[in-house]
């Protein structure tokens, strides 16, 4: 029998991530909410105004006004977890996200050697991670920021968030405005019928039909994540390692792309437990 582990590659209906960014009164909101069944995390109180109220309830929507990135993270693993109606995530937009939250960590760890940039790249890459595996559509707005080259030379916009915010995405976007009608220009695509550098006139139902309908609008599914019970039995076997313990953790994270042990699935938990066990178990 083969010890290999590559598997033959197939099909799947993988949920759609977009990250899209553009000047103020570009739009970013107005296309973001337009997918179906949008759970809008508004970070800085741009959904209350009437117009985008009514498109999300007309859509079958929520709107939570959250800004605070634990409070985020929450809201993704309860996302995860609970069997709810909607089908896309909005986070509208990251950039205030981003900002305060590096705000806060200049006060919690310091600046000292850019610690604050430091730990902020660790919390975003365990966002990235619980996102990349919600059963949802993902779709994050940004402000915009100007992008230069050798000798500061303007090669354009881009979008204004954590560095390497792009790399979940198979769709980034910039949004403008074009006398009466909004355009999506991407800047970078892994989707196949959507083509980095060929701009086309921004509506859902152009993505749908691009990108498949059925896929956009399916039912979300619900994962169960690690107990509270199971979490702590996880952790105490872990006190266990005494000064191995740090190298234990960090072995695990890795392993299982999870930005702490509360974001690992049930499964993922109840693996790494028995494996623990049986560790302690040949070393008494």
Same mark, same amino acid.
């Given at each position: 029998?083969?010890n ?6 197939s099909?799947?209906d ?8 553009g ?18 995390l ?9 117009q985008?109220?009514?498109?999300i309830?007309?859509g ?15 809201e993704?693993?309860?996302l995860m977890?609970?069997?709810h ?13 981003n ?13 000292? !050697? &850019?610690?604050?940039? %430091?730990?902020?790249?660790?919390? *975003?890459?365990?966002?990235?991670? $619980?996102?990349?595996?919600? +059963? ?11 992008? !230069? &080259?050798?000798?500061? %030379?303007?090669?354009?916009?881009? *979008?204004?968030?954590?560095?390497n $915010?792009?790399y979940?995405? +198979? ?32 509506s ?7 990108y498949?309908?059925?896929?956009l609008?399916?039912q ?10 199971r979490?702590a ?23 299982f ?14 693996k ?13």
């Open positions: 029998m083969s290999l582990r590559g598997k033959i590659p099909v799947e993988k949920r759609f991530k977009v990250l899209m960014f000047v103020a009164g570009a739009g970013k909101t107005t296309a973001a909410i337009q997918f179906p069944r949008p759970y809008v508004d970070t800085e109180a741009g959904c209350v105004n009437d985008y109220i009514r498109v309830e007309s079958g929507g929520a709107i939570a006004p959250i800004v605070v990135f634990d409070d985020i993270i929450t993704i693993r309860t977890e609970e069997e109606p909607y089908a896309t995530l909005v986070i509208d937009p990251i950039t205030t996200v900002d305060m939250l590096l705000d806060r960590l200049k006060e919690e760890v310091g600046t000292d !050697y &850019g610690a604050h940039y %430091t730990e902020a790249k660790r919390k *975003f890459k365990q966002m990235m991670s $619980l996102l990349a595996r919600l +059963d949802m559509n993902v779709v994050v707005t940004a402000h915009h920021k100007n992008q !230069y &080259g050798d000798g500061m %030379t303007l090669l354009g916009k881009t *979008f204004d968030g954590p560095k $915010l792009d979940l995405f +198979d769709l980034v976007m910039e949004i403008q405005i074009r006398g009466d009608e909004r355009w999506a220009i991407p800047v970078k695509s892994r989707v196949e019928r959507i083509r980095q550098g060929e701009p086309f006139l921004f859902y139902n152009t993505i749908a039909e691009r498949g309908r059925e896929v609008e399916r979300a599914k619900a994962q169960e994540l690690v107990s509270a019970e979490l039995v996880w952790e105490q076997l872990l006190m266990k390692f005494g000064t191995r313990e740090a190298d234990f953790r960090r072995k695990i994270l890795a392993k792309d999870i930005g702490e042990l509360a974001d690992a699935s049930a499964e993922v938990a109840e790494s437990i028995a494996k623990l066990t049986k560790i302690l178990e040949t070393e008494k």
